[in-house]
Nanobody, 123 residues
Framework: QVQLEEFGGGTVQAGASLRLSCRMS????????RGWFRQGPGKEREFVAT????????YYADSVKGRFAISGNDATNTIYLEMNSLKPEDTAVYYC????????????????WGQGTQVTVSS
């Protein structure tokens, strides 16, 4: 069984930066690509960023490209989401997720999810 736990949410002002972490535990962790998704108030959960299982390939939603960066640390089984130039529309619960195989932007293809962490950006 795989477990994911997010850290690092909070409330910041527009233009600030924030870094989220997601620690993964379980077996055969190198088989899993990871992703970040978010769900804003009254909205569906949407794709933010994804990283391959060897942390060498990334892909971003257009809405965050150039502002957010996803990375991973193999030694600690942790992925990160560095968020810069935050905007009020980035306010959401952020979830990390894992799937066996290649990276994906499709939330339906992910097998495991964390509990989420709230990010609030005030104007």
């Amino acid at each position: 069984q795989v477990q994911l736990e997010e850290f690092g949410g909070g409330t910041v002002q527009a233009g600030a930066s924030l870094r989220l972490s997601c620690r993964m535990s379980g077996r055969n962790l190198r088989n899993y690509a990871r992703g970040w998704f978010r769900q804003g108030p009254g909205k569906e959960r949407e794709f933010v960023a994804t990283i391959s299982r060897h942390f060498d390939t990334t892909y971003y939603a257009d809405s965050v490209k150039g502002r957010f960066a996803i990375s991973g640390n193999d030694a600690t089984n942790t992925i990160y989401l560095e968020m810069n130039s935050l905007k009020p529309e980035d306010t959401a619960v952020y979830y990390c997720a894992a799937r066996v195989g290649i990276l994906s932007s499709d939330k339906s293809e992910y097998d495991y999810w964390g509990q989420g962490t709230q990010v609030t950006v005030s104007s």
